[in-house]
């Protein structure tokens, strides 16, 4: 585990996690808008997703057409930039990110980066909790 230089414009942290008998690495970089989460077995970026906070406005005005009523529960957008697009599990690991990024009062969108030799649910449970535990060092 290491964490950046304060000196460093970007805060970032990063760790090696052995994950099924496959070496994981996972580094989380923190920019002034963004969050990058990348997580790699095979040594690229694999798969990547953009999730973010839908603006109040958008999310009014959607439910208001749809429901006929306001609702102020938060609405994510999340999207396959790259990659799978057929993976409803990388989906559900941007979305359990982007929650635990916007509980914890950061409206930062995610970037995340997925290189994965296998899209199980236990690999992709075990790097959501070890990059909600880190992230913390890094918003």
Do not use: W
């Not at 923190?30 to 999310?59: K, P, W």
């Not at 941007?94 to 916007?102: C, G, N, V």
Request: charged share 20%.
């Amino acid at each position: 585990m290491r964490t950046s230089n304060p000196a460093f414009p970007v805060r970032n942290t990063s760790l090696c996690l052995d994950i099924n008998g496959h070496k994981t690495d996972i580094i989380i970089s923190s920019y002034e808008d963004h969050i990058l989460v990348m997580a790699t077995q095979i040594g690229s970026m694999g798969t990547i997703l953009q999730a973010s906070l839908r603006d109040l406005e958008t999310v009014v005005a959607l439910n208001f057409r749809k429901e006929g009523g306001v609702t102020t529960d938060p609405t994510y957008s999340i999207s396959v930039v790259f990659g799978k697009r057929d993976e409803p599990m990388l989906i559900a690991c941007a979305r359990q990110l982007i929650e635990h990024i916007s509980n914890s009062g950061s409206s930062k969108t995610l970037v995340l980066s997925l290189g994965l030799r296998d899209h199980s649910l236990g690999i992709l449970k075990t790097i959501v909790s070890a990059v909600t535990e880190k992230l913390a060092e890094v918003i």
